[in-house]
C-alpha cells in the first residue's frame, strides 16, 4: 500500500494492491475482469460513402497469458446466439470487428436490431465499445468502457 491507498510503486514499476487472490505468474497483479457486459448494441445496416459502419467489441489482454473469449448477443425478440469466438494474445489488444464477426455455424451478427452483449475471457482483460455508424452523410462515432459485475 502507498499512503495507506492502492497504487503504484514507482521504483518497480509494478501495480500492487495487497489482494493475494489476484495476483497472476510471477506474483504480479492481473489487470481486468473476465465477464463484460455492453447493453447497448446495433450494427447499423447501411453505409454512407467510403467509411462502412461497424461496431467493435475491443480487448486488451496485460497478461501473461492468451485469452479465449466467448461473445454471447442478447436481443428483444429472439433467444441468445452464443457461439462467438475470439482470441486475444497475451500483451497485446485485439478489436473484434463484429461487422465481420460469425458464429461456430458461419452466422454473422444481425444488422439493423438492436442487442447487448455479455463478453466472457478465459483470462483477465478490459472491454471498451466503439461503433461507427456512417448511416447518414455526417457520420457518428462513440466509444465507452464495457460494464463488469465482477
Known amino acids: 500500500m502507498l499512503n495507506g491507498r492502492k497504487g503504484y510503486d514507482l521504483a518497480g514499476l509494478e501495480l500492487y ?18 465477464i463484460w457486459l455492453i447493453p447497448d448494441g446495433y450494427l ?8 462502412i459502419s461497424h461496431e467493435a467489441v475491443c480487448v486488451l489482454n496485460l ?13 428483444e425478440d429472439r433467444e441468445p446466439m452464443d457461439r462467438f469466438r475470439s482470441f ?20 454473422p451478427v444481425p444488422v439493423g436490431v438492436p442487442y447487448a452483449i455479455q463478453v466472457e475471457s478465459s483470462v483477465p482483460v478490459v472491454v471498451q465499445h466503439s461503433r461507427l455508424d456512417t448511416s447518414q452523410e455526417a457520420l457518428a462515432l462513440f466509444t465507452t468502457m ?5
Open 17 to 34: 494492491d495487497g489482494d493475494k487472490e489476484s495476483k497472476g505468474k510471477g506474483g504480479k497483479r492481473m489487470i481486468g475482469k473476465t
Open 44 to 51: 447499423p445496416a447501411r453505409s454512407t460513402g467510403e467509411q
Open 63 to 75: 497478461g501473461e497469458e492468451d485469452a479465449a473469449i466467448r461473445l454471447t448477443f442478447y436481443f
Open 88 to 107: 486475444c494474445g497475451a500483451r497485446r489488444t485485439h478489436h473484434i470487428r463484429l461487422d465481420r464477426l460469425t458464429d461456430d455455424e458461419g452466422n
Open 146 to 150: 464495457a460494464y463488469s459485475p465482477e
